[in-house]
Nanobody, 121 residues
Framework: QVHVVESGGGLVQAGGSLRLSCAAS????????MGWFRQAPGKEREFVAV???????RYADLAKGRFTISRDNAKNTVYLQMYSVRPEDTAIYYC???????????????WGQGTQVTVSS
């Protein structure tokens, strides 16, 4: 069982930066792939980035060059550093854990409650 809790969301001006954190609990969290997703009002949840247990990463096009995912296994924490944010980045951001190496969205086993990010223009 893995419990995931996101934090760090808030209101930020366009062009600013924000760092989201995802604290995970569980004996084998370090072996999980950890992903970030987001869901804007009226839209489907979409993939943002994922980091494997070995530190390998993948990003959605929306995140490339602006967002960085990282993890600190000693703290069982995953981060999403967001730079140059835009109003269209406004969404609830979710962290999730999966056993698969490069998991599809339906392969994530554990999800957090999300943290709201609002970008003002």
């Amino acid at each position: 069982q893995v419990h995931v809790v996101e934090s760090g969301g808030g209101l930020v001006q366009a062009g600013g930066s924000l760092r989201l954190s995802c604290a995970a609990s569980g004996r084998t969290v370090s072996t999980y792939s950890m992903g970030w997703f987001r869901q804007a009002p009226g839209k489907e949840r979409e993939f943002v980035a994922v980091i494997r247990s070995d530190g390998s990463t993948r990003y959605a096009d929306l995140a490339k060059g602006r967002f960085t995912i990282s993890r600190d296994n000693a703290k069982n924490t995953v981060y999403l550093q967001m730079y140059s944010v835009r109003p269209e980045d406004t969404a609830i951001y979710y962290c999730a854990a999966a056993r698969s190496m490069w998991p599809r969205i339906n392969e994530y086993d554990y999800w957090g409650q999300g943290t709201q990010v609002t970008v003002s223009s």
